[in-house]
């Protein structure tokens, strides 16, 4: 644990919380800032930074309690589509550097239903061809 992260501080119980779920290696609450009704963050109990410093097999499990808890919100929310959204990084977007898994459901009509959408950018065929190379 790290004493001066707010995420170890909730699962601690040292700051509380709305906690829908609870296992030995997960807590999922809900967001105190959320994109929309029912958004929810899975939190690893054991401190990681990032994706980059989560053991392969608590990634594995992350994506497993995911799903498991996406089906289960879609059903009580009756929401129309989900997010999963983790970010890396303070360019990413990340500001509590624990790791943890944003669930986001989604609801048709919505004031902010523009939250996940960018501008994209074009590449020649010889960039992407480049890039390729770089990746594989």
């Given at each position: 644990?790290?004493?001066?992260?707010?995420?170890?501080?909730i699962i601690t119980g040292k700051i509380p919380s709305k906690k829908i779920y609870e296992d030995e290696d997960f807590l999922v609450i809900l967001d105190v800032n959320p994109a929309s009704k029912g958004h929810a963050l899975i939190l690893p109990k054991e401190h990681y930074a990032?994706?980059?410093?989560?053991?392969?097999?608590?990634?594995?499990?992350?994506?497993?309690?995911?799903?498991?808890?996406?089906?289960?919100?879609?059903?009580?929310?009756?929401?129309?589509?989900?997010?999963?959204?983790?970010?890396?990084?303070?360019?990413?977007?990340?500001?509590?550097?624990?790791?943890?898994?944003?669930?986001?459901?989604?609801?048709?009509?919505?004031?902010?239903?523009?939250?996940?959408?960018?501008?994209?950018?074009?590449?020649?065929?010889?960039?992407?061809?480049?890039?390729?190379?770089?990746?594989?």
């Amino acid at each position: 644990m790290d004493q001066n992260c707010i995420f170890c501080k909730i699962i601690t119980g040292k700051i509380p919380s709305k906690k829908i779920y609870e296992d030995e290696d997960f807590l999922v609450i809900l967001d105190v800032n959320p994109a929309s009704k029912g958004h929810a963050l899975i939190l690893p109990k054991e401190h990681y930074a990032n994706l980059y410093e989560l053991p392969e097999d608590l990634a594995a499990k992350t994506m497993l309690l995911a799903k498991k808890m996406a089906e289960h919100m879609t059903k009580k929310l009756s929401c129309d589509g989900f997010n999963l959204i983790q970010n890396n990084g303070e360019v990413a977007g990340q500001t509590v550097f624990h790791f943890h898994l944003h669930l986001i459901p989604r609801y048709q009509d919505a004031e902010n239903d523009d939250l996940l959408r960018w501008d994209t950018l074009e590449f020649t065929g010889e960039e992407l061809t480049a890039m390729v190379k770089l990746l594989v």
